[in-house]
Nanobody, 116 residues
């Protein structure tokens, strides 16, 4: 089992920055991929960014150049640095972990609200 706890969400003005953190605990040695997803009201949950155990990353086109995902394996934590935030980035952000056996775990989510 893997437990994920997100933090760092909040209210920020458009153009501002936030950093989200996701701390993993439990069977952390089994985690391969960690990612951030988001879900805005009335929309489907979508991938924002992901990072594998060896550091390979992928991003949604909508956040490329603005968001950066990173991983500190020693702290079992993944981060999402969000810059130049836009109104459309408003959503609940969820941390996701996928093990080498393809088991999937989710955090409880953290709200990010971008205001004009």
């Amino acid at each position: 089992q893997v437990q994920l706890v997100e933090s760092g969400g909040g209210l920020v003005q458009a153009g501002g920055s936030l950093r989200l953190s996701c701390a993993a605990s439990g069977s952390i040695f089994s985690i391969n991929y960690m990612g951030w997803y988001r879900q805005a009201p009335g929309k489907q949950r979508e991938l924002v960014a992901g990072i594998t155990a060896d550091g390979s990353t992928n991003y949604a086109d909508s956040v490329k150049g603005r968001f950066t995902i990173s991983r500190n394996n020693a702290k079992n934590t993944v981060y999402l640095e969000m810059n130049s935030l836009k109104l459309e980035d408003t959503a609940i952000y969820y941390c996701n972990a996928v093990t080498f056996r393809l088991q999937t775990y989710w955090g409880q989510g953290t709200q990010v609200t971008v205001s004009s």
